[in-house]
């Protein structure tokens, strides 16, 4: 009987998903953006404990990482559960939340599921995570 509630509660919508995703790789467009830049993302519905997007389009903020290109960047997704865990990294409030970067969920993201821009991360508090996401590799 538990074990069949822990299957309901983790049960994901990917149809939904998909077809959301399907019209950001039709639609949206590369957005400009910085290293540092926090942005409000659709990283939608993923597999098992990658990192999932909230609500019916996915969405979540990430730190930009590095540019690699117009299309293509490294982020770290944000979350407002604050842990002590060597992989969450405290980085103050966002959107007026205390949030911190899961450094063990770094992916790369095309900038077309890229929202809107939140603002900048200091650089002080980036290098530290930077060095922390070195130290992890």
């Known amino acids: 009987m538990f074990y069949e509630y822990i299957m309901l509660a983790m049960q994901k919508d990917f149809d939904t998903w ?4 399907k019209s950001i790789h ?6 400009p953006y910085n ?3 926090i942005w409000w993302c659709s990283l939608g519905v993923n597999i098992g404990y990658e990192e999932d997007g909230n609500g019916v389009i996915g969405e979540r ?9 117009e299309q293509v960047c490294l982020s770290i997704p944000l ?3 604050l842990k ?3 992989y969450y990294i405290s980085i103050g409030p966002i959107d007026g939340k205390e949030a911190a970067v899961i450094i063990s969920q770094v992916r790369i993201i095309d900038t077309k599921r890229l929202i809107n821009r939140v603002g ?3 650089r002080k508090k980036f290098n530290v995570i930077r060095q922390a996401i070195k130290d992890y590799l």
Request: a positive charge; aromatic letters at 4%; one cysteine or more.
């Open 120 to 122: 900048s991360l200091n």
């Open 84 to 86: 002590r865990n060597p």
């Open 26 to 31: 039709n639609c949206g467009s590369t957005k």
């Open 35 to 37: 290293e540092r830049d």
């Open 61 to 69: 903020p990430v730190l930009i990482l590095k540019g690699f290109s």
């Open 18 to 21: 998909n077809e959301h995703k």
């Open 79 to 81: 979350s407002t559960i």
